[in-house]
């Protein structure tokens, strides 16, 4: 079966560090997606791994273990604006490109 | 260039009547990919579509649910007979190629009473 896993819920405090992780379970593999979702709008495409290793992007780094099944997202900096839901997505490789979403991570940024 | 456009933001059915959801992707992409979400649930795909072709609509429930992308014109989700349950956001997103990152336009919030 296909299983994405993130946590529920994560708060921190401005100006510092967190780190969202996501593991998943999939008949294939073929691409990791990271995507950022404020209440009530579009998500957004943060970043994209496919091949093991740490992707930097300004704040935001993401992280990829094929042989684990595991991804997490680094963001830096933390400002109130990055309060969001964080998506953890994966492409399995048997699909026609449609994304298996994780039920996502509210991250709750405070001063 | 203007992003993934999706109309309307909000619509009202009462139970039994039709809803038609439309998107517009972004310029140049061919690619156009439905989602739902449900309230704190993840996003679940429904369908992919080319111009004219339905290329994976494994997502999509059997009966009441459709969708086309016509040559010319936006693509469209259609539910017909729309039940409580139907009341969710539905999320188009477009890409240029199969396989390439996606772009989200703003959602269709859907109320059934």
């Known amino acids: 079966g296909q299983n994405i896993d993130q946590p529920t819920e994560m708060t921190a405090t401005e100006g510092a560090i967190v780190q969202i992780n996501c593991t998943y379970q999939?008949?294939?593999?073929?691409?990791l997606f990271w995507y950022q979702q404020h209440a009530g709008e579009a998500p957004t495409f943060l970043s994209y791994?496919?091949?093991?290793g740490l992707e930097e992007k300004g704040r935001f780094s993401s992280f990829l273990s094929r042989s684990k099944g595991y991804s997490y997202l680094l963001l830096k900096e933390l400002q109130m604006k990055d309060s969001a839901s964080y998506l953890c997505?994966?492409?399995?490789?048997?699909?026609?490109?449609?994304?298996?979403f994780g039920k996502g991570t509210k991250l709750s940024v405070k001063p | 260039n203007a992003g993934v456009m999706q109309n309307p933001r909000h619509l009202v059915r009462r139970r039994g009547q039709e809803a038609r959801l439309r998107c517009s992707p972004m310029?140049?992409?061919?690619?156009v990919y439905w989602y739902r979400q449900l309230p704190e649930e993840g996003l679940k795909f429904m369908v992919y579509?080319?111009?004219?072709?339905?290329?994976?609509e494994s997502g999509m429930p059997k009966e009441r649910f459709s969708a086309e992308f016509p040559k010319e014109g936006p693509s469209i989700l259609r539910i017909q007979q729309v039940v409580r349950g139907d009341s969710a956001a539905y999320f188009c997103?477009?890409?240029?190629?199969?396989?390439?990152?996606?772009?989200f336009g703003p959602g269709t919030r859907l109320t059934v009473t």
């Open positions: 999939t008949s294939g593999f073929n691409g």
């Open positions: 791994n496919v091949l093991d």
């Open positions: 997103a477009s890409s240029p190629q199969r396989g390439n990152e996606q772009y």
């Open positions: 579509l080319q111009k004219e072709n339905i290329i994976d």
């Open positions: 997505a994966v492409r399995d490789r048997g699909s026609q490109g449609n994304l298996i």
């Open positions: 310029k140049g992409h061919s690619h």
